[in-house]
T-cell receptor, first 114, second 110 residues
Framework: NAGVTQTPKFQVLKTGQSMTLQCAQD?????MYWYRQDPGMGLRLIYYSASEGTTDKGEVPNGYNVSRLNKREFSLRLESAAPSQTSVYFC?????????????FGPGTRLTVL | AQRVTQPEKLLSVFKGAPVELKCNYSYSGSPELFWYVQYSRQRLQLLLRHISRESIKGFTADLNKGETSFHLKKPFAQEEDSAMYYCALSRDSSASKIIFGSGTRLSIRP
């Protein structure tokens, strides 16, 4: 099992460009998440999907959109990138939204917006 | 405000010495607390959770509601413990409401 995979690993964008970060899991999990991590800060939740067909905003959703394409895949889109979106992005999945369910993380995408 | 505080950005100890990574939280409800770890070139993974009252890789953490703390401890540090450690709190028993601390980098000196 690959677990949670993310593409790309690195990306450099110019201000105003758009891109989509891809995430897939092969653990048959229902819930998936997108986090960002900025230097000196903990992970912050951008969006999450409790189950296939549903998405909800997290703590810092502005400037992002998501799509739960199917049970396996959850993508994050930046429509018009800004330097403030320079960050490391992590995708995660868990069996359900239960707080005690373990979240499994992807390797991260390091995004730089110039 | 609800928050998780890890006061030390970096903690450096000698191999064989005891380790204590501090975590304090602010939350009015009944918290579910976790420690996550990220080893070099590996992904973030769950180390332990307070509800399980378990010991993983020699680490333990006790929830102290009076002091609102969930410190991570190990009696004898090993070089392979060097990593980034994050304390996290789940609000309202929901995985969509997890607050992460800013992390502590643990460095074990030989």
């Amino acid at each position: 099992n690959a677990g949670v995979t993310q593409t790309p690993k690195f990306q450099v964008l110019k201000t105003g460009q758009s891109m989509t970060l891809q995430c897939a899991q092969d653990m048959n999990h229902n819930s998936m998440y997108w986090y960002r991590q900025d230097p000196g800060m903990g992970l912050r939740l951008i969006y999450y999907s409790a189950s296939e067909g549903t998405t909800d905003k997290g703590e810092v959703p502005n400037g992002y959109n998501v799509s739960r394409l199917n049970k396996r895949e959850f993508s994050l889109r930046l429509e018009s990138a800004a330097p403030s979106q320079t960050s490391v992005y992590f995708c995660a999945s868990s069996f359900s939204l239960q707080g005690t369910d373990t979240q499994y993380f992807g390797p991260g995408t390091r995004l730089t917006v110039l | 405000a609800q928050r998780v505080t890890q006061p030390e950005k970096l903690l450096s100890v000698f191999k064989g010495a005891p380790v204590e990574l501090k975590c304090n939280y602010s939350y009015s409800g009944s918290p579910e607390l976790f420690w996550y770890v990220q080893y070099s070139r590996q992904r973030l993974q769950l180390l332990l959770r307070h509800i399980s009252r378990e010991s993983i890789k020699g680490f333990t953490a006790d929830l102290n509601k009076g002091e609102t703390s969930f410190h991570l401890k190990k009696p004898f540090a090993q070089e392979e413990d060097s990593a980034m450690y994050y304390c996290a709190l789940s609000r309202d028993s929901s995985a969509s409401k997890i607050i992460f601390g800013s992390g502590t980098r643990l460095s074990i000196r030989p």
